[in-house]
């Protein structure tokens, strides 16, 4: 699978990227997860820095058009993302949150 960036806007008030991509690919249509870590890998960010928000393969074509968001951090992403989004990239809401959680459950224990 071959990533290619058609375009990269940055978005300074939102601590993002967007970013258009082409990917030439030899089999099926590649999943959303494998996009997105093709994407990071190719911007040199964390996969969960980078969200994919559609993919489009025309009929019979070996190629796929797309559009992704890229934060600046894990963090910005969950605060600006719809959920729905966030869900459908596999990237926790609740990741930061279930951590203090654990925290606070390990101090309550230790008293």
Not at 79 to 100: G, P
Request: proline letters at 3%; aromatic letters at 4%; a negative charge.
């Amino acid at each position: 699978m071959e990533v290619e960036i058609l375009s990269e806007e940055q978005n300074p008030m939102l601590h993002r990227s967007e970013v258009r991509f082409q990917i030439v690919h030899d089999d099926a249509t590649p999943s959303r997860l494998s996009v997105r870590d093709s994407l990071a890998a190719k911007l040199d960010k964390d996969a969960d820095e980078v969200v994919v928000h559609e993919m489009n393969t025309k009929f019979g074509m070996r190629k796929t058009v797309g559009y992704a968001k890229v934060y600046d951090s894990p963090e910005h992403a969950r605060d600006v993302e719809q959920d729905h989004m966030l869900e459908r990239n596999k990237i926790t809401a609740d990741a930061d949150a279930d951590a203090d959680a654990e925290g606070e459950t390990e101090a309550e224990e230790a008293e």
